[in-house]
């Protein structure tokens, strides 16, 4: 089997290498760099791009829209909490500030999707760990994106652009909390 490279754009969060963990336990190479420690260009040579979650919201978060925009059309990126707002921000979507934060929480996910490569042979009963304060709007959501997943009250835990190869999960794969995130994340790499 090929091996994908991966960058890893690092929001400054410390489950970056949560992920990190998993990308070695499935045998992938990588590298992780700041979100502000890079030029545009050096993407350029990676198949794949994680965006990590971080704190704050996307324009704080150094070129990550930047790297959204230029590379959205012709490299395969997963976005992860902050990184699935910060794609849906690019398409045209909006962030809003959940009245009450999740974090640490677990919670039931709805695949709303059947089709969609993440969640094949992913079980339905799983739990996903949430850590989030902002959340994709869903009233004026681009016609670019779909929604493949939700929780219990309907919020988007995971969305895909319909062209480009672009997918966001608004939960942490990469946390204890999660059951299944490996398979979640060898789905993406497939």
């Not at 040579?45 to 230029?70: H, K, M, N, W, Y």
């Not at 709303?112 to 959340?135: M, N, V």
Request: aromatic content about 8%; hydrophobic content about 40%; some cysteine.
């Amino acid at each position: 089997m090929n091996k994908n490279r991966i960058l890893v754009i690092d929001n400054y969060d410390s489950f970056t290498y949560n992920l990190v963990h998993l990308l070695q336990e499935l045998g992938e190479s990588y590298e992780v760099i700041r979100n502000d420690k890079f030029e545009l260009d050096y993407v350029q040579q990676f198949d794949c791009i994680l965006l990590s979650p971080g704190p704050g919201i996307p324009e704080e978060a150094g070129l990550l829209l930047d790297v959204i925009r230029t590379y959205a059309a012709s490299k395969r990126i997963l976005g992860i909490c902050l990184g699935q707002q910060a794609i849906a921000e690019v398409f045209g979507g909006t962030l809003y500030n959940m009245p009450k934060p999740l974090h640490g929480v677990a919670s039931s996910i709805i695949i709303t999707d059947k089709d969609e490569k993440l969640f094949q042979d992913f079980p339905e009963d799983s739990k996903i760990g949430r850590y989030h304060s902002w959340a994709v709007n869903t009233e004026d959501l681009p016609d670019s994106l779909q929604i493949t997943a939700v929780d219990e009250n309907g919020v988007i835990m995971a969305l895909r652009h319909k062209q480009y190869d672009v997918r966001g999960m608004q939960f942490h794969p990469e946390s204890i909390l999660t059951e299944n995130g490996k398979k979640l994340i060898e789905n993406w790499l497939k």
